[in-house]
């Protein structure tokens, strides 16, 4: 009938417009995109790049001081090439130019300073050095910034899933230094069986651990994995970890929840602290094992990390509580 047709006819019309609308919005994100690529082109030179078994082509570049990104200004930064927003370590040629500048990673650095403050500046034990292992040490960001902070006191053993990655490291982010210096081990392989392994427990641990999207490896969501990495500390040790959901695709919050919730519900106290995501222009989810930490003790023996003690929030599990969604509700999601 002519009301059907023009029904039909109509109908056709608003798919062309809505097609037409999608395809513009299309064209627009890829101008948007190949914009930006081209801005940060301007400011960037590639040094180096490795093939890697374990994702997608690795980049390293240096930024230049012009770069509008100050945060990564004068920096040599490593990325994969499907990622490239996802920076997966970064170096600084001269120390200085580190301080404050490693976002999470000066975070990490907080871990041997508390622990120094529990233990009137020993390790656990009495020793003199603290042993700190590494889970996802990539090129060695992590690493640097520790030593930077605590040389005489922390020795790290780190290991790193992709080879390639630790070629890098050594050539281009000043791995090599440290591993001739004694302050580091750099082993290649699965971190969790090789901490697992190691003949010597820990004063603290480092978990920084991703898959080849830059999500959180799925096993840490899983109180087993935290239960078997708290064994390996020392009696007193600590263990801090990124669990971030704001970097790569599918990122998701409900993710570090599970995270924090499992590494709580793995320990003997059932309680956890939660970095303040955005705090310090940190912008991961960061959480630490054991029961509250006297921060202001922290912030007065450790002045260097003082600006990374206010923004930590202890919870913990209620008595008689169910474990599974405990902490969901507790931060009202």
């Known amino acids: 009938s002519a009301s059907a047709s023009a029904s039909a006819s109509a109908s056709?019309?608003?798919?062309?417009?809505?097609?037409?609308?999608?395809?513009?919005?299309?064209?627009?994100?890829?101008?948007?995109?190949?914009?930006?690529?081209?801005?940060?082109?301007a400011h960037v030179d590639v040094i180096d790049t490795a093939d890697s078994d374990f994702g997608s082509t690795l980049i390293v570049e240096r930024v230049?001081?012009?770069?509008?990104?100050?945060?990564?200004?004068?920096?040599?930064i490593l990325t994969r090439v499907d990622a490239p927003d996802a920076v997966l370590s970064e170096y600084r040629e001269r120390d200085d130019d580190e301080d404050g500048a490693g976002g999470v990673f000066d975070l990490f650095a907080t871990l041997p300073a508390v622990l120094s403050t529990e233990n009137d500046g020993k390790a656990i034990g009495g020793d003199a050095v603290k042993v700190i292992g590494i889970l996802g040490l990539g090129a060695g960001t992590c690493a640097r910034i520790i030593h930077r902070h605590h040389a005489r006191d922390v020795r790290m053993i780190g290991w790193e899933l992709d080879p390639s990655i630790v070629t890098l490291a050594r050539r281009r982010f000043g791995v090599d230094a440290l591993e001739r210096s004694g302050a580091l081990r750099c082993e290649v392989g699965d971190a969790?069986?090789?901490?697992?392994?190691?003949?010597?427990?820990?004063?603290?641990?480092?978990?920084?651990?991703?898959?080849?999207?830059?999500?959180?490896?799925?096993?840490?969501?899983?109180?087993?994995?935290?239960r078997t990495l708290l064994a390996k500390l020392k009696p007193g040790g600590r263990l801090i970890a990124n669990v971030s959901t704001g970097r790569g695709k599918g990122a998701r919050l409900e993710d570090a929840v599970m995270c924090a919730q499992?590494?709580?519900?793995?320990?003997?106290?059932?309680?956890?602290?939660?970095?303040?995501?955005?705090?310090?222009?940190?912008?991961?989810?960061?959480?630490?094992s054991g029961p509250p930490v006297d921060w202001v003790s922290v912030a007065t023996r450790q002045r260097r990390f003082a600006s990374f003690t206010n923004d930590w929030t202890h919870v913990s599990r209620?008595?008689?509580?169910?474990?599974?969604?405990?902490?969901?509700?507790?931060?009202?999601?």
């Not at 190691?198 to 096993?219: M, P, Q, R």
């Open 12 to 41: 056709h019309a608003v798919r062309v417009r809505c097609t037409a609308r999608h395809r513009l919005r299309r064209v627009a994100r890829r101008a948007r995109a190949h914009a930006a690529a081209a801005a940060d082109d």
């Open 64 to 76: 230049r001081e012009t770069h509008p990104n100050r945060a990564f200004a004068g920096a040599v």
């Open 192 to 226: 969790f069986q090789g901490c697992v392994d190691w003949a010597e427990d820990f004063d603290g641990l480092i978990v920084d651990c991703f898959d080849e999207n830059s999500t959180v490896v799925e096993c840490l969501k899983y109180s087993e994995t935290w």
């Open 262 to 288: 499992s590494l709580a519900n793995a320990s003997d106290v059932n309680e956890v602290s939660l970095w303040r995501s955005g705090a310090c222009g940190i912008w991961n989810e960061v959480i630490l």
């Open 318 to 333: 209620p008595e008689g509580v169910d474990p599974n969604g405990w902490l969901f509700k507790t931060l009202g999601l």
